[in-house]
């Protein structure tokens, strides 16, 4: 009886304090109830929403310790507008939002534009002290630090230093850069979009990294943290050393990336495109797609360290991976070195077409793909659930244009052989829609009428 009652009464606790902290959450409206969001996260308390109004809003942010939702109207319509409509910028040379008072995950800033800001780190953002907030659903682009007179210039778009490790998730991280960069310049510059340092061990997930430019890192910089990068595209990002990343005595877990384009458009004595690294790194890559980084997708030019691959599609092969004597390579046979067949890589679709060899080809006991099959290689799967989404022609199995007895020929063999059947063959010959390739589709082929066996 009276575990019983000692229950009875930890419940009726559980359900006051749940009431106690719904009665005391309220929303802080701006422009309405304040002005500045910074009046709003002064009169907020823990547990509260800042909720912004679309506009521009050119005042410095701290968030002063305080766990709340800052957030645009995207917080409660999830309408993506509101994203672009709701922008923070400032002029005073310092960053946009700072967070340097322990903020946890709790403290979640959420849905806007942060637009040419400019400072000498961490121009849109920066995490300092071991502030590790949320960052969630950005536009970080246009934002840029100074380098001139002697400063290193770190993170231009966003800053993690001296354990601060936020999740950085669902943000687009775009054309950040050095002000006033020239290649030649003496001053020097680490991450265009990001720089993780010391013990900043960011987790960055569905995240795009676009066209950033740093000395070093030009999509992000890491020195001496161990970041988590999954699901994120990094492209078309440019640096001396590291086009996409550079790492610096770091442990860096990539998985499902897609590192592609990095100092394609380079200044001409580019030498680092994918990751180059310094010092002594640890890196891990697992069911991610390098391809095309000019010239190399990966660099350990000087240091220790051991750089890990599995399951990716790595362009060159083993081959075309530059270490020094003292870096070992782990490079599994699950690597491949394909075509991506991505859908549009000169135009940004770095999405994988139906015939891509890098589909269903990650490993399989990483978590399934959300149409329910193994994961495929790189940032953006391919969704296999439904035939329709896509082009191809029905029948044609050999892919020559016509439906005829070849195509049967192609069928029967294919089903007496060992081969799994792809996607794409399953969306052109299953011409019964039971899920299978067998003999009722050739039944069902030749049926008269049908187009491999005309009425004439
Ligand atoms: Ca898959
Ligand atoms: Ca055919
Ligand atoms: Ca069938």
Redesign the pocket.
Known sequence: MAVKHQRESMKINIILITLSSLALASIITIPDDYETIQEGITNSVDGDTVLVYPGTYLNPINFDGREIVLSSLFQSTNDSTYLYQTILSNAEFVSTVTFENQESANSILSGFSLLYCTAFEGSAISCLNGSSPTLEHLIVKHNSVYINEGFVGYGCGIVCRDNSSPVIRNCLIEDNNLADYSPFANGEGYGGGIALIDNSNATIEYCLILNNLSYKGGGIAVINSSPEILYSLISNNQSRKGGGIYSEDSELYISNVTMALNNEQGYGFLDEGGIMGSGDNQIYVVNSIFWENYPYSFVLEDGTGNLIITHSDIDGGANAIQLSESCNLDYSISNINLDPQFVDAPNGLFDLDIDSPC??MGNPESPL?P?G????MGAF??D?SDCGNYDYNWGDINSDGSQDILDIVFVVSLILGEEDISFLQMCIFDLNEDGEIDILDIVYALTPCSPFNPCE
Not at 373 to 376: C, H, P, S
């Open positions: 589909i269903d793909d149409d099959t193994i994961t495929d799967y391919f296999q």
